[in-house]
């Protein structure tokens, strides 16, 4: 697997999209941690007990690792389809990049953001500065996972008897003894 980093250069016309992204993403990730960290696991899981508790400590810290980890991973990736050997004959089934000058295997698409074309290009991400493609595919839906396994306060009360309203009160209650 080849590493590089990301070609995304300030004065790329997107840079600015880049940094904000990754701004908001980095807030959006601490916001979730210290949800976590400080909110529901001393207050919503207040009935376990204290194995329970340091349980839910280390998976959280874990799972925080997990999503900047498969985040950087994603980042560092390198997914283009640049500077390889052209098959001798290209398959029929090969397309060719006008942009790139180079024959690309089937499901390769270029992206006009990266510059590059990209195998089993799937979009281009503005919260790692990359494309998600078929090399980094694995760390996407780690972080992906992760997000969704950060979200457990929202749940964890979502999940709670009665209706909105009495929810509401808990969360407010929760923010008061803070
Ligand atoms: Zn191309
Ligand atoms: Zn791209």
Redesign the pocket.
Known sequence: MAFHIPHIALGDKLWLLHAAAFVYYITVSVIFLTTDLYITIPHIYADYDFTGILLRYLLTVYIFFNMVANHVLCTITDTT??NREDPDPVPRAWGH????Q?H?PPR?W??SIC???VLRRDHHCFFTASCVGHHNQRSVNGVYTSIVAMTDSIQKIATRPGNIGQKAQVVLQILKDL
């Open positions: 389809y640049r990049c006008m942009t790139c180079v690309t390769t270029h992206c510059h590059n074309c």
